[in-house]
């Protein structure tokens, strides 16, 4: 299979979750679940598949960060599903997509990256630019601002998985 076609696949189903999550009647933290337990599944079964081996050494040294990454991990899945069911899923999908500019902020203090004027511009446009496309017209009341203040936790707690990811040394992506 083409990188173009596994590309456009991986898109349709995240960029479908929201619909499904919007339409299950079943509560965040229960999806977040079933979603986690099936994709644990698929990775052992493309584990086996692929003949990989677990390291368990590498998993040993990085159990912690792994242990406080898949806990980051299951609570931005429940944040963003509690968005969707708050307020439209453009509106949380845009306030979960906030995680590369909370990275961005974060960095110089946790990774010691230098916060240029350009990076300081670009988290200023892309604040600018979602209150441009939420605006105030689009908040309908306090559901949408719970909904949106859901996203950004969720978007929060994926860039807190992106910064920790960064600290792990010698465990290969699959594992």
Known sequence: ???????????????????????????????????????GITLLFAMVLLRKKVSI??????????????????????FLFQGYKYTSISNATLSYYFAPIFVTILAPFILKEKLTLSKFLCVLMAL???FCIVGVDGINGGSDLIGI??????????ASV??????????????
Not at 151 to 157: C, V
Not at 162 to 175: A, C, Q, R, V
């Open 128 to 130: 600018v630019g979602m």
């Open 162 to 175: 992106i910064l920790m990811n960064k600290f792990l040394k010698g465990i290969d992506s699959l594992e």
């Open 1 to 39: 299979m083409g990188a173009k076609l596994r590309n456009i696949i991986a898109m349709l189903i995240f960029g479908t979750i929201g619909l499904f999550v919007k339409n299950i009647d079943l509560n965040s933290s229960e999806i977040a679940l079933t979603r986690g337990f099936i994709g």
């Open 57 to 78: 050494e590498a998993i040993k040294r990085n159990i912690y960060l792994l242990i406080f990454s898949g806990f980051a991990v299951g609570l931005n899945w429940i």
């Open 149 to 158: 203040a859901y996203g950004l936790l969720a978007a929060g707690f994926y």
